[in-house]
């Protein structure tokens, strides 16, 4: 089966400056994958090249097929992201934020106001807060409601960049583990990037560890359907070591 996403040999300079370094990455259909690094290591620099949004100094970057940076309007609709931060126009509710995507793909409006209401209530955001600004929100309210409008327009493949990490773990863990069963339920193909090991090892089935330059590390493979905590310790163990092997590491960074 042809994979959702396929980077060969890629690599990308800035002024002389290698930020990516022969990099090799394939995502197939249904599978939730996590690019895990320190800040610095090439993990966003991956991901807007997956966007189209950069274009690799070497190298091949297909999305389903299609060159993301010459063939975007191919890709429209098939994916989405949710970033760091939530992103929210301020001067829209809730549910008009969620609505957003829908436009750009003319979505009648009927439609993508109650499509917007319907994914609300499955990031778990009750009524209650559909037609609150992001002011009067939560963090945690605020970033499902980019989870949202992410899901809302279908996509079969979601880009996370950091996500969860401005989260505080309680309600951190508490969105992670609601939106890993949404995308199972839905089997919808993830890309998670991130430099915290909990996300990592709470949502991937495979974990690839880069170095800086970006550039393969370690593969871990995850069994999220027979979780063990020996066989967790073990993962994080192996994170762990290979991240500090880095002379840039960062503790901070590598902390959960």
């Given amino acids: 089966m042809m994979p959702i996403i396929s980077l060969k040999d890629v690599s990308k300079s800035y002024d002389g400056h290698v930020v990516v370094a022969d990099f090799s990455l394939t995502v197939a259909a249904g599978e939730i994958v996590a690019l895990l690094g320190q800040t610095g290591a090439g993990k966003s620099t991956i991901l807007n090249m997956i966007m189209g949004q950069v274009a690799p100094s070497a190298g091949e970057v297909r999305v389903n097929d299609s060159d993301p940076r010459a063939d975007g309007d191919a890709l429209r609709g098939f994916l989405a992201v949710s970033f760091q931060t939530d992103r929210l126009l301020p001067w829209r509710t809730a549910e008009q934020n969620v609505a957003l995507g829908m436009e750009y793909l003319h979505v009648p409006k009927q439609d993508r106001l109650q499509r917007a209401r319907d994914w609300l209530k499955r990031v778990k955001l009750s009524e209650i807060h559909h037609r609150k600004y992001p002011h009067q929100l939560s963090g945690g309210m605020r970033q499902r409601v980019s989870l949202a409008r992410a899901m809302s327009i279908n996509p ?15 309600t951190s863990k508490a969105l992670r583990g609601d939106f890993v069963a949404l995308v199972r ?11 915290r090991i909990d996300d990592a090892i709470e949502m991937a ?15 871990l493979t995850v069994d999220q359907a027979n979780r063990n905590p020996q066989s967790l310790a073990h993962i994080r163990e192996l994170i762990t070591g290979t991240l500090s092997e880095s002379p840039e590491a960062e503790s901070d960074e590598a902390s959960t």
């Fill in 156 to 170: 079969e493949l979601i880009l996370l960049d950091e996500s969860f990490s401005q989260l505080d773990h309680t």
């Fill in 185 to 195: 339920s839905l089997k919808k193909t993830c890309l998670l990037i991130t430099h």
């Fill in 205 to 219: 089935d495979r974990i690839i560890v880069l170095a800086s330059p970006a550039q393969l590390k370690l593969e």
